[in-house]
């Protein structure tokens, strides 16, 4: 009996010190992470904390460093490369990030896994940052023999250059173990930017999941740290919408301590902070101005539709658009060089890579806040997507005054116009027109259903919440529909252009065309299943209105086939 007591007290005792335990640590994380800390400072103030290690889990956060080695010509050196992060996007697709002050790669490229499997790399271009200082992405397929592994590696990058000489980049410090690939299937900031005079953006998936659904920005925090998990500045975020939140910049003291790198990421109250693979990038001294402000752009997010480009681009900047923002999410085709093509031809083109999975609102969001100050308007608009007014139709030429009119006569506080969408289909056509989708599709539906807007980039609300078709304004702003105006929406086109929408659809909250859910949904498409099978009659759906009026138009314009474009532009003032 008295064993049996002694065992009693001995379990008593061991609880009571765990509770207490417990206690110490969940104290300590809320003297870390609490909105308000000690001494009654006002919410949004600067909330600083001595210099520490984060004694939580952030070895994702941690990127590793990356060695470069060579089988070089004679004489040659073994070079070292900066810390480079790697993630697993959906179906099995490698992304890679290399720094951007990494040895460029002029040949090509192959990521090497564990094990000697091997895949050809592509270069995706550069990642949102001020002059050009934005890390190098790479993406390839993760090969069948490396998924077998319990764990992935991140993927060494293999450079061949034209000398015959190879790089390998992206070894593990020492030539050791690669650190693991982050996951996009988890909880992860995988993007920042420097807005608004010094607020950092930082985009994160795993904190609003639901649609509509946003967690309080009082219940986040943002977590400044260089080394892994060295933690200089947390401090409270401003807002919370969606996959971005607003915070404020680091101190300057902060930022002048030391040369190494600052990350940024985010940590919610009673959670671990999220894996990064953001990095704050301020602006550089005497880096180069904002271009000229112009009076109206567009931005689009692409992914394959260089092939429709030069008409939407040649179309828009001839009725009004001054400049075009292509969000490029990760293009396997010939964009580069139809861009190339076109600023050669005089028009005002840029692509943005942004390479993540269903992230188009944050895209937009990103777009809407980085442009503020290089375009007063702007038209969030797809590549299938053409801006018209039938009163255009009596005109024999177009004129950048037809869109600018419209934007210049609304009233001060008119901060969106909505304009409704008219979905054409595949109006007969087994292929895409030749001549064009503008001229080649000419039958609709008499309803419209959709809407895109144009907007004015002042009134964007704070939190930069949209879903696609339009953003929230700030106080005193408000929205408008404009009668005159509207969308040729080139939706539904001929079967061997629309299923190639299967693979994936770029919005964060819209379930893919092969996902049984929201059957309903005005997303979807009526009578189409979740499989890549045509249905019977596609080529004649969705006619319940000869439309000619678009057609008419752009073959007067530009000629049939837009044979006349594109042309070189001249007089693209910004007013």
């Not at 993007?191 to 509509?212: I, T, W």
């Not at 290089?374 to 024999?396: G, K, T």
Request: net charge positive.
């Amino acid at each position: 009996m008295q064993l049996h007591a002694r065992r009693r007290h001995a379990v008593a005792r061991c609880r009571a010190l765990i509770a207490a335990a417990a206690f110490a640590l969940a104290l300590a994380a809320l003297l870390c992470f609490s909105r308000v800390p000690p001494g009654g400072m006002p919410a949004r103030a600067l909330q600083l904390v001595p210099a520490r290690r984060l004694h939580v889990r952030l070895g994702a956060v941690k990127g590793y460093t990356t060695t470069a080695t060579a089988t070089p010509a004679a004489g040659a050196r073994a070079t070292k490369a900066q810390p480079d992060a790697a993630v697993l996007l959906p179906d099995w697709e490698a992304l890679v990030l290399l720094r951007p002050d990494a040895a460029h790669a002029n040949g090509n490229v192959t990521c090497r896994f564990r094990g000697g499997a091997t895949s050809p790399a592509r270069a995706l271009g550069r990642l949102p940052a001020p002059a050009r200082s934005g890390r190098r992405a790479y993406a390839c397929a993760v090969p069948e023999p490396a998924r077998r592994h319990k764990t992935l590696p991140a993927p060494q990058l293999v450079i061949a250059s034209s000398s015959t000489s190879k790089r390998t980049v992206g070894a593990a410090r020492g030539g050791g173990r690669s650190t693991e690939m982050l996951r996009w299937s988890g909880r992860l900031v995988y993007e920042s930017a420097v807005v608004d005079g010094g607020d950092v953006l930082v985009f994160a998936k795993g904190v609003n999941p639901r649609q509509g659904v946003n967690r309080p920005a009082s219940d986040i925090q943002c977590v400044y740290y260089r080394g892994g998990d060295h933690v200089v500045a947390t401090l409270p975020a401003a807002t919370s919408a969606q996959q971005v939140f607003r915070c404020p910049p680091p101190p300057t003291p902060v930022q002048q301590e030391s040369q190494e790198e600052l990350r940024v990421t985010l940590a919610v109250t009673g959670q671990e902070p999220l894996p990064s693979l953001a990095i704050y990038n301020p602006p550089r001294r005497g880096s180069s101005t904002a271009p000229e402000k112009k009076l109206i752009c567009a931005c689009t997010m692409v992914r394959d539709v260089a092939k429709f480009l030069p008409e939407w681009v040649v179309y828009h900047a001839a009725v009004g658009v001054d400049r075009f923002y292509l969000y490029d999410n990760g293009s396997e085709d010939d964009l580069a060089d139809q861009v190339r093509h076109l600023n050669a031809a005089g028009y005002d083109v840029s692509t943005v890579a942004w390479p993540w999975t269903k992230a188009q609102e944050a895209g937009f969001s990103h777009s809407a806040a980085a442009h503020r100050h290089s375009c007063q308007w702007m038209a969030f608009i797809d590549v299938d997507e053409f801006i018209f007014s039938p009163q255009w139709n009596q005109s024999n030429n177009p004129d950048k005054s037809m869109l600018r009119s419209v934007v210049s006569s609304v009233e001060p506080d008119i901060g969106q116009l909505s304009l409704g969408c008219a979905d054409f289909g595949p109006s007969g056509q087994t292929s895409n027109p030749e001549e064009g989708v503008t001229q080649g599709y000419t039958c609709r539906r008499r309803t419209q259903e959709r809407h895109k807007s144009l907007l004015q980039l002042d009134a964007v609300d704070d939190s930069l919440v949209n879903s696609i078709h339009h953003f929230a304004l700030r106080p005193g702003f408000r929205g408008e529909w404009n009668k005159q105006v509207r969308v040729n929406h080139y939706k539904y086109q001929a079967w061997e252009e629309f299923k190639v929408k299967f693979r994936r659809r770029v919005s964060t909250y819209v379930a893919d065309w092969t996902d049984p859910v929201n059957l309903k949904s005005k997303d979807r498409t009526p009578g189409l299943g979740f499989e890549v099978v045509e249905p019977v009659g596609w080529t004649h759906k969705f006619c319940e209105v000869n439309d000619t009026l678009l057609r008419d138009a752009t073959r007067r314009w530009f000629g049939a086939g837009f044979k006349n474009g594109p042309a070189r532009q001249t007089g693209t003032s910004s007013s």
